[in-house]
Structures are given as structure tokens and as C-alpha cells.
């Protein structure tokens, strides 16, 4: 996405349309970080997130970048998303064996596990009152 942004500011430049590249390189970069692992709390793999879940009874949340539904997710929950575990399914096998196990064998995400109970693509106003009542 920086590339393709850089790429379409400068020939906007070379058009003499400064103003037009320059907000488009913009467009570019934020579309660059919404999309990017760097939306996310920081993830751990899913043997970490399971133990650490076990101990502090914190659900986990299983995602993977560039997830439309995973981003809806995450900027529905605003500072709340820092009482999940996040687990990303395309940097830990694990978890993505653990959301195949769960999704028919799919890799269905966003995937929450709150204790027992496991929701693929949960309804956001749902996992706030879970967030909130842990």
C-alpha cells in the first residue's frame, strides 16, 4: 500500500498535481495501517493466549491481517481490545488449527473462545458486554 501510494504521489507530481498526490499518498498510508498488524494489542501465539486465558479468564480472539470483519472487530471495541489475547492465525499454525477445529475446518476469523464458549464472527455490541464484564 506505501508503494502503490508513493508510486501514484509522484505521478501525480509529474501531472502538476501536488495537491491531488499528496492526498492520495495520505489515503494510501492510512489504508497501509489500518490494514497492517499494527491495528491489532500485540499478538502471542495460541498456546500463550490459551495459558494466560486459563489464568486470568480473559477471552482470546483469533485474526489475521487485512480481515475486513477482524477490523470492524477490533475498532469496535476501541481501548477494550486490550482485555482480549489476540492471536494471529497466519504467524502461529496453532491458531489456525485451533479456528479449523472450531469452523468446520475453515479459517473463519474473527473467532472468539470466552471460556467454554467459542463465537465465529461474534456480534460486536455482544463481545463489548463480555469485555466489559470481565
Avoid: K
Amino acid at each position: 500500500m506505501v508503494a502503490c501510494g508513493v508510486l501514484v504521489a509522484v505521478a501525480q507530481l509529474r501531472a502538476d498535481l501536488s495537491v491531488v498526490g499528496g492526498v492520495e499518498l495520505v489515503v494510501f498510508l492510512l489504508l497501509a495501517l489500518l490494514l497492517s498488524p499494527w491495528a491489532f494489542p500485540r499478538s502471542v501465539s495460541a498456546a500463550e493466549a490459551q495459558r494466560a486465558s486459563a489464568v486470568d479468564g480473559r477471552p482470546i480472539v483469533y485474526w489475521r491481517p487485512g480481515c475486513r470483519y477482524c477490523l470492524q472487530l477490533r475498532f469496535s471495541l476501541g481501548r477494550l481490545a486490550r482485555r482480549a489475547h489476540w492471536v494471529d492465525i497466519w504467524h502461529d499454525p496453532a491458531g489456525a488449527a485451533a479456528v479449523r477445529a472450531t469452523a468446520d475446518g475453515n479459517e473463519t476469523v474473527p473467532t472468539v473462545v470466552l471460556g467454554d464458549q467459542t463465537v465465529v464472527n461474534p456480534d460486536r455490541a455482544w463481545f463489548r458486554a463480555q469485555l466489559r464484564a470481565s
